[in-house]
């Protein structure tokens, strides 16, 4: 299936791209700060911004993609190869390109190491797990 090959964080790598498409270079950080602000019962302001929001999503985002690394299948090494591509490319954006050098961007890509690192990693162990390579875990 596509959606098992498909690396989700590359939705909110799209997302930012299209926010920096449609918001210009230098408006994509001033979007990404706008937000609401919430009085707590604390008497303290929390801002939540569209950064916000979409760090949040990624999260999301990376824990289905931790869940879809337990499954040994062809579709997911084409999967982590995919992420790893992904990562790649935001490497490349956030260091080469206008509009993507913000802590929000940052913060997206470095999801985006831990589920190329843990993906690859998870799948490891668990093909071990499914081949009886690895010793029998007691306790």
Known sequence: MLIQVFPLLALSVVIYNVIVLISGDAAAAQFLARGIEIT???GDAWK??????LIVISLVLLFVEILKSTVTTANSIANHALSMLVV?????EFLMFKGFGTSTFFIII???VID??????ITIVASKRDLGVAPPMVG
């Open 116 to 121: 190329v690192i843990a993906g690859f990693s």
């Open 88 to 92: 790649i490319v935001a490497l490349i």
């Open 48 to 53: 939540f911004t569209v950064g916000d929001l």
């Open 40 to 42: 707590l019962f604390s």
């Open 110 to 112: 470095c999801m985006g």
